[in-house]
């Protein structure tokens, strides 16, 4: 079965530049979707189709994938930011999550 | 659009269960039903989804056999069942929708935490 592989975590400072990472075997030939997920919260589709931001998700974010890497990028990270992140794709009806990074806003 | 889920059980390992997922809001029968779990210190995993139109189902490999999914068309409810519940099954279980085959999954309950606990 197909695997994704994210960092356990990421740190950045507020107003910088965060990027998360899903690493997978020619990952660039999928559609990847990412989710926002706040404790005691139910997840959020953030990015959806590796680039198309979803319904009421500032520009902040955005998204590319490439050869063997999907990446979520946030700018002007702020404090309401802070939450894991998963990436998740079809492997081909199967879906398929990342194990999750935690972004922390130092 | 709402997913409001069942509330929170309690059960012993060997029992029974089915937790709900009931769609407003929307054509409940455009949008695939999935169901996302979430053990203890954990990240999320895939349990399986359903096309309400046609009932037909797909599960996560290491879970088939164990969890069925089902639906009520005229309910506009989803259910997650087991037949025999493990400690092993305790997290939180969320049903989220997805409009087509590749689609992300737009719109999520609030989560079912079932314990399972002699």
């Known amino acids: 079965s197909y695997v994704l592989t994210q960092a356990p975590s990421v740190s950045v400072a507020p107003g910088k530049t965060a990027r998360i990472t899903c690493g997978g075997d020619?990952?660039?030939?999928?559609?990847v979707h990412w989710y926002q997920h706040k404790p005691g919260q139910a997840p959020v589709l953030v990015m959806s189709?590796?680039?198309g931001r979803a319904s009421g998700i500032p520009e902040r974010f955005s998204g590319s994938n490439s050869g063997n890497t999907a990446t979520l990028t946030i700018s002007r990270v702020e404090a309401g930011d802070e939450a894991d992140y998963y990436c998740?794709?079809?492997?081909?009806?199967?879906?398929?999550f990342g194990g999750g990074t935690r972004l922390t806003v130092l | 659009v709402q997913l409001v889920q069942s509330g929170g059980e309690v059960k012993k390992p060997g029992q029974s269960l089915r937790i709900s997922c009931q769609g407003s809001?929307?054509?409940?029968?455009?949008?695939?039903i999935n169901w996302v779990r979430q053990l203890p210190g954990k990240g999320l995993e895939w349990v399986g989804h359903?096309?309400?139109?046609?009932?037909?189902?797909t599960y996560n490999p290491s879970l088939q056999g164990h969890v069925s999914v089902s639906v009520d068309e005229s309910l506009n409810t989803a259910y997650l069942q087991w037949s025999s519940l493990r400690a092993s099954d305790t997290g939180i279980y969320f049903c989220?929708?997805?409009?087509?085959?590749?689609?992300?999954?737009?719109?999520w309950g609030q989560g079912t935490l079932v314990t399972v606990s002699s």
């Open positions: 989220a929708r997805q409009e087509g085959g590749l689609d992300g999954l737009d719109f």
């Open positions: 359903i096309d309400p139109r046609s009932t037909f189902t």
């Open positions: 189709y590796d680039s």
């Open positions: 809001g929307y054509t409940f029968s455009d949008y695939w």
């Open positions: 998740q794709l079809w492997d081909p009806a199967t879906g398929v």
């Open positions: 020619n990952i660039g030939s999928q559609n």
